[in-house]
């Protein structure tokens, strides 16, 4: 059994991977500015679980943290996350993006920690050149949120190189699950139809990217943690479709009878405000052969899957 320190432990996707490798006898450590109320859950209910309350940025923290967990592997989940947050926040993005990361990989040099999984995103590409993308894809990230993200596997890669570290990257495309922190799409018009409020966007119906249910996430990242060796140093953890949100209205209003879920035709806004890239799919060809990785959930049954567990109510 492996002693594993998740940076961003509390977060929608970071209490995840600290839920499944506690589940399957691993020791975890999560690192956050917060112990949220899903790792505190986890931590009260399995002995094999402690939680560190830190700040990225501040190199004490992140140090003590390390120390504390002594770690055969980091899986780094912590960032500010999003198009808009980052907008809104470049300096901070920067810092907690870029900087953040650095300590982390500089605790790893200098603690003896080998293995690194980052958790990337498909922003560092930039607008996509075609329907369906490899790993092999330009990288011409243009807002603060790629811009950082890249810049993180660029420094690892470096650190990698120059220091013996393995540093892996799992690139997802736009996650959704139970509990997903912000208001974006398909997240927005799921809830409303839940709650019985009928939702019109205006525009955005032409708008396709690829979805991957976070439970799909959470088994790519652990498949590229177990790996012993790896070829390759990034991952497409996707489903390599790309419905439209078009698409996604009309599944819901299929799965939620009377929901009243409709999206204009045009490309999609973040906030109403910032246009998004051109999108597509993420190919999963990499993941699927040198991982074993291959999506439980396509997006009709990912929307089912969140309808149960929302009808079923809190795990």
């Known amino acids: 059994m492996a002693r594993i320190l998740i940076t961003g432990g509390s977060g929608f996707i970071g209490a995840r991977v600290a839920a499944a490798l506690a589940a399957r006898g691993d020791t975890v450590v999560s690192f956050d500015t917060v112990v949220g109320p899903e790792i505190a859950s986890l931590a009260e209910a399995n002995g094999r679980v402690t939680t560190v309350t830190g700040t990225l940025t501040e190199w004490p923290h992140v140090a003590d943290a390390v120390r504390i967990a002594a770690p055969d592997a980091i899986v780094h989940c912590a960032a500010v996350v999003g198009v808009v947050n980052s907008l809104a926040s470049p300096v901070t ?35 996509f050149t075609a329907d369906l993308i490899d790993e092999e894809h330009p990288c011409r990230p243009i807002a603060p949120y ?43 018009m799921l809830d409303a139809a839940l709650a019985g409020r009928p939702l019109h966007m205006a525009r955005g119906g032409d708008f ?15 498949l590229a943690l177990d790996k012993p060796d790896h070829r390759y140093d990034a991952y497409h953890i996707a489903t390599g479709t790309m419905p439209s949100l078009a698409e996604i209205a009309a599944i819901i209003r299929a ?22 890239v051109r999108k597509g799919a993420l190919a999963i060809d990499r993941a699927r052969a040198e991982l074993g990785y291959a999506p439980r959930h396509d997006i009709r049954s990912g929307i089912a899957a969140y309808i149960a567990e929302a009808v079923a109510g809190p795990r």
């Open 93 to 127: 993005t920067m810092r907690v993006n870029v900087e953040g990361s650095l300590h982390v990989l500089e605790c790893m040099r200098l603690f003896g920690v080998r293995r690194l999984v980052n958790l990337s995103t498909e922003e560092i590409y930039g607008h």
């Open 146 to 188: 790629g811009i950082t993200k890249f810049a993180v596997e660029q420094l690892a890669r470096d650190h990698a190189r120059t220091h013996g570290l393995e540093c892996i990257h799992v690139r997802t495309p736009w996650v959704y699950g139970p509990r997903f922190p912000r208001p974006r799409a398909p997240m927005t």
């Open 208 to 222: 396709v990217v690829d979805h991957v249910h976070v439970d799909d996430t959470v088994a790519g990242i652990l």
């Open 255 to 276: 799965l939620v009878p009377g929901s009243e879920i409709t999206v204009g035709p045009g490309p999609y806004y973040f906030g109403d405000k910032v246009a998004a």
